[in-house]
Structure formats: structure tokens, C-alpha cells
């Protein structure tokens, strides 16, 4: 998902509406920032518990895009 498909679906809601992020085990949590960042793509092929994609201060190699990122806290 972009910035644009992520303002146009957020457009769907009510603007006051609370937006939350998966918690590390379970739960859900406020979502506090929106911020930019760099990350490495497809650091991370095997199943489990890492996501795909891999933010560049902890991978070196790489290629590397900017992103929007929603962290969990």
C-alpha cells in the first residue's frame, strides 16, 4: 500500500476515529507516529516471525526504498 491508497482509505472513516497497530503478541496499541523511513526489501524470505522488509539501521545490504512508517509505539 502508498501514501495515496492510505489517505483514500482512511477518507472512508470518521476523522476522530482512534488508529491502532498490532501489539508484539497480541492486543492492539495507539498509534502515536507517522514517520519516514528507509528500509532494505526482502531481507527476510523464510516464514516466521520477522516481517518481510527490514529497516535499514539494522541491514546494510540491499536495496533499500523509502517508506512511511507506523511504528507500535
Not at 472512508?12 to 507516529?33: H, I, S
Amino acid at each position: 500500500m502508498n501514501v495515496r491508497e492510505l489517505i483514500l482509505k482512511l477518507r472512508e472513516f470518521d476523522g476522530d476515529l482512534m488508529v491502532v497497530v498490532d501489539g508484539y503478541e497480541g492486543g492492539v496499541n495507539e498509534l502515536k507516529q507517522v514517520l519516514p523511513e528507509e528500509i532494505v526489501l526482502n531481507v527476510h524470505e523464510e516464514y516466521g516471525y520477522f516481517g518481510k522488509h527490514e529497516l535499514v539501521e539494522w541491514r546494510d545490504r540491499g536495496e533499500k526504498v523509502e517508506v512511511v512508517y507506523l511504528p507500535r509505539s
